[in-house]
C-alpha cells in the first residue's frame, strides 16, 4: 500500500516536500516512482529511485530542481520540489514496481498511491 502526502498551495519559486508511505513492502527489490498528471493531460514520469542502491532518474523538466531520495527505516520515499513553476502544478502520485529497473511509463507500474494535489500559482 502506498500512501503519499505533501501537496498544496505554492507561489511560483517555491518549495514543497512530498512524502510516500510504502507500507507492507517485503522486498528491497522494487522501484518507486513520482508521477504527475494536469487538468486535461496524461500521465507523466517525474522521479524514480530504485530501492536498493538508490539509483535516481528525473524527467527533463524537474532535473536541477527535484530531488528523489528514500528513507529505508521509514519505507519511505521523498520528492524535494524547488524552484516550483506554475507548470509543475498537476495531482501527485507515487508508483512502486517489483523489480529495479526505474521505467518512465506509467503502466509499467501496478501498485498507485492516492495522488496529491500541487498547485503552483504565478
Known amino acids: 500500500q502506498l500512501q503519499a502526502s505533501g501537496g498544496g498551495l505554492v507561489q511560483a519559486g517555491g518549495s514543497l516536500r512530498l512524502s510516500c508511505v510504502a507500507s507492507?513492502?517485503?522486498?528491497?527489490?522494487?522501484?518507486i516512482s513520482w508521477f504527475r498528471q494536469a487538468p486535461g493531460k496524461e500521465r507523466e514520469f517525474v522521479a524514480g529511485?530504485?530501492?536498493?542502491?538508490?539509483?535516481?532518474g528525473y524527467a527533463d523538466s524537474v532535473k536541477g530542481r527535484f530531488t528523489i531520495s528514500k528513507v529505508s527505516a521509514k519505507n519511505t520515499v521523498y520528492l524535494q520540489m524547488n524552484s516550483l513553476k506554475p507548470e509543475d502544478t498537476a495531482v501527485y502520485y507515487c508508483?512502486?514496481?517489483?523489480?529495479?529497473?526505474?521505467?518512465?511509463?506509467?503502466?509499467?507500474?501496478?501498485?498507485w498511491g492516492q495522488g496529491t494535489l500541487v498547485t503552483v500559482s504565478s
Open positions: 508508483a512502486l514496481r517489483w523489480g529495479s529497473t526505474v521505467y518512465t511509463t506509467a503502466p509499467e507500474y501496478p501498485y
Open positions: 507492507g513492502r517485503t522486498s528491497n527489490d522494487v522501484s
Open positions: 529511485i530504485r530501492w536498493s542502491g538508490g539509483n535516481t
